[in-house]
């Protein structure tokens, strides 16, 4: 059986600084995906034309965009790339510029140019949870997030919230702290 060897993380994407390559319908995508999950995102977008809907939500969520074909010098000071041209020759150039730089890229829809994916995303309040299908079914990701949304409770917030607020008072040492927080959880667990 294949397995999933990907190290999830939660990146701060208002301490990042994001490029996304090209200006068409999977750059909107990938822009629409980081905003919502990250509004306050430091993204800027390079691409000779943007489609209106592009410009507008970049508006919104203060993404800068440059009216300009893609050229290595917008990698400068960036940390994580995302290229979504329709030119492969393009996005290949934007993969080997990164590679030279150790920069993160993510080609869309084209997993061996890929460090990272953008998989599907449940957030309710402070609860966030990530999905990844190893780039094979970004469909089997979204369902899988759509499941997520119906069955996590929207009062889940609270309950973090409560059990912050518990174990800031709990007194001990590391272990102890750990053994009343999965004694005062466990119930939460169905056995």
Same mark, same amino acid.
């Given at each position: 059986?294949?397995? !999933?060897?990907?190290?999830?993380?939660?990146?701060?994407?208002?301490?990042?600084?994001?490029?996304?390559?090209?200006?068409?319908?999977?750059?909107?995508?990938?822009?629409?995906?980081?905003?919502?999950?990250?509004?306050?995102?430091?993204?800027?977008?390079?691409?000779?034309?943007?489609?209106?809907?592009?410009?507008?939500?970049?508006?919104?969520? !203060?993404?800068?965009?440059?009216?300009?074909?893609?050229?290595?010098?917008?990698?400068?000071?960036?940390?994580?790339?995302?290229?979504?041209?329709?030119?492969?020759?393009?996005?290949?150039?934007?993969?080997?510029?990164?590679?030279?730089?150790?920069?993160?890229?993510?080609?869309?829809?084209?997993?061996?140019?890929?460090?990272?994916?953008?998989?599907?995303?449940?957030?309710?309040?402070?609860?966030?949870?990530?999905?990844?299908?190893?780039?094979?079914?970004?469909?089997?990701?979204?369902?899988?997030?759509?499941?997520?949304?119906?069955?996590?409770?929207?009062?889940? !917030?609270?309950?973090?919230?409560?059990?912050?607020?518990?174990?800031?008072?709990?007194?001990?040492?590391?272990?102890?702290?750990?053994?009343?927080?999965?004694?005062?959880?466990?119930?939460?667990?169905?056995?």
């Amino acid at each position: 059986m294949e397995r !999933n060897n990907l190290y999830p993380i939660f990146l701060k994407a208002s301490k990042l600084s994001i490029l996304i390559v090209g200006g068409g319908n999977v750059a909107e995508e990938k822009l629409t995906f980081l905003t919502k999950s990250s509004p306050d995102a430091n993204v800027v977008l390079v691409s000779p034309e943007f489609r209106e809907s592009t410009s507008q939500l970049a508006k919104e969520y !203060n993404a800068e965009l440059i009216l300009d074909e893609y050229h290595e010098k917008y990698l400068d000071g960036k940390h994580m790339i995302v290229a979504t041209t329709d030119n492969p020759e393009v996005n290949i150039q934007v993969y080997r510029d990164c590679r030279k730089q150790d920069k993160l890229i993510n080609v869309a829809d084209n997993p061996p140019y890929c460090d990272f994916y953008m998989g599907g995303i449940v957030t309710k309040g402070n609860v966030k949870i990530a999905i990844s299908t190893n780039g094979k079914s970004p469909t089997t990701a979204k369902r899988l997030r759509q499941f997520f949304e119906d069955v996590i409770p929207e009062d889940i !917030n609270q309950m973090v919230i409560n059990l912050n607020t518990y174990r800031k008072s709990i007194k001990g040492d590391f272990l102890e702290k750990v053994a009343k927080m999965n004694n005062m959880t466990k119930s939460l667990i169905k056995p």
